[in-house]
């Protein structure tokens, strides 16, 4: 009695059928057309998922960055009054275990003038040591003067600077309501500062308002004498900041408020991450629409070879033999589309500066106003886990679609199949 030998699964002659069913031209009873349609479709699906998630990684860490590296980690207050023994509290503060630095600082709003252009100013009154230690104010690529000339002047943002049409050496007025007691209400007092250091923290709203001026000079212009408005604290890891916020402020001592940048931004924060949640859901949507391409091109291609399989199942092959060939076809698609998808992603991703450059430039500029969008460029960031999330995905969907039609290939009846050949 002969033996029945058994291929093994996924064999070469399957993987040679399925690559020519791939290949066939409509005349040939092939969907060349709808195989086309499928791979382009996957792939900007994929492209698309991987951009997305590309900028919206991106912009929370650029919205992080700015907003807590030009502003304190945590910010140590007095209820409705000032701070008169700040050195002593700062050396309390430093004490705890994960602190960096510790700064106190004069605020007041004023109002900035210069070239015959008037602005507002949020002026931060700050020893220069202690404004050398926030990174996002030092480490900019967009500074312009030498920030230890501050004893000698100002320091401005660079969205200020511009909208008052200064510069470096320029001499900026600023007016706040300081001075004496009128019977007319608080006499205003008008001092000016010679720019000699412009700053950008890479946030417009805070570069088109901030301003330093020596600690000294600020207590002495808003009637600070001996004390400060506040003690910013800066942290080792920012994401410390709600744990450590409350020994802080048992620290500082009694009647002592301490408060976090998420306790400022944390309402905004949770809207990203819902934001982020939705588009990724509305994402998903797109590349399972761009999937389902596959199952209409593949349900054509077993229509067209119901002949072929019907004459494969005489010849011997298996419904399993059948069903992983017609997979390979549709999961095929899916691969190579999830694959370019990835590739044009990742491009996008790194080269996101060049491309709006060009896009900015065929424009002919414009395209992206910091004073309306907040930030001066588009960021994105590539993680590994954003693109294993979006290959798992788009894979997991094309696979699974692909088996109904295969499987209804495979359950073929070879006599109706070549009923009528």
Request: aromatic share 8%; net charge neutral.
């Amino acid at each position: 009695m002969a033996t029945v030998k058994h291929t093994a699964p996924f064999s070469k002659f399957e993987w040679m059928i399925a690559w020519r069913y791939i290949r066939a031209k409509r005349a040939e009873g092939g969907v060349s057309v709808m195989t086309w349609i499928s791979l382009i479709g996957v792939t900007l699906a994929v492209f698309a998922l991987i951009a997305v998630m590309a900028v919206r990684s991106g912009f929370r860490a650029e919205f992080i960055d700015t907003i807590a590296g030009a502003n304190a980690h945590v910010s140590v207050v007095m209820p409705r009054d000032v701070i008169t023994d700040y050195d002593a509290m700062a050396e309390r503060i430093k004490a705890v275990d994960g602190v960096r630095s510790v700064a106190p600082l004069v605020r007041g709003q004023a109002m900035a003038s210069g070239s015959g252009e008037i602005g507002l100013a949020d002026i931060y009154g700050i020893k220069l040591e202690d404004l050398k230690a926030s990174d996002a104010i030092v480490q900019s690529e967009r500074t312009i003067g030498n920030i230890d000339d501050l004893p000698n002047g100002i320091a401005l943002g660079s969205a200020l600077a511009s909208n008052l049409g200064l510069g470096i050496g320029d001499t900026i007025e600023i007016t706040v309501r300081s001075g004496a007691q009128s019977p007319f209400g608080q006499s205003l007092r008008r001092n000016a500062y010679e720019i000699v250091y412009i700053f950008s923290t890479g946030r417009y709203q805070i570069d088109e308002v901030r301003a330093y001026l020596p600690f000294d000079v600020a207590q002495l212009i808003f009637n600070r004498d001996g004390a400060a408005d506040e003690l910013e604290v800066r942290l080792n890891d920012i994401n410390m900041s709600e744990t450590l916020k409350q020994p802080i402020a048992n620290a500082a001592g009694a009647g002592i408020w301490a408060y976090s940048w998420q306790d400022r931004v944390g309402r905004f924060l949770r809207a990203l991450t819902i934001e982020d949640n939705v588009m990724f859901v509305i994402m998903a949507i797109l590349v399972l629409v761009a999937s389902m391409n596959i199952i209409s091109g593949l349900v054509m291609l077993v229509k067209n070879k119901g002949r072929d399989v019907g004459i494969l199942r005489t010849m011997g092959l298996t419904e399993g033999s059948i069903l992983r060939i017609f997979f390979i076809c549709g999961a095929g698609i899916g691969t190579l589309g999830t694959a370019f998808g990835v590739i044009l992603g990742c491009l996008f991703a790194l080269y996101i500066d060049q491309i709006f450059s060009l896009v900015n430039f065929v424009a002919g500029g414009g395209v992206w106003d910091p004073s309306i969008r907040g930030i001066y460029n588009v960021p994105a960031q590539l993680h590994a886990a954003d693109v294993i999330k979006a290959v798992s995905l788009s894979l997991g969907l094309s696979w699974i679609i692909t088996i109904f039609p295969a499987r209804r290939a495979a359950r073929m009846n070879p006599v109706e199949a070549l009923r009528y050949e």
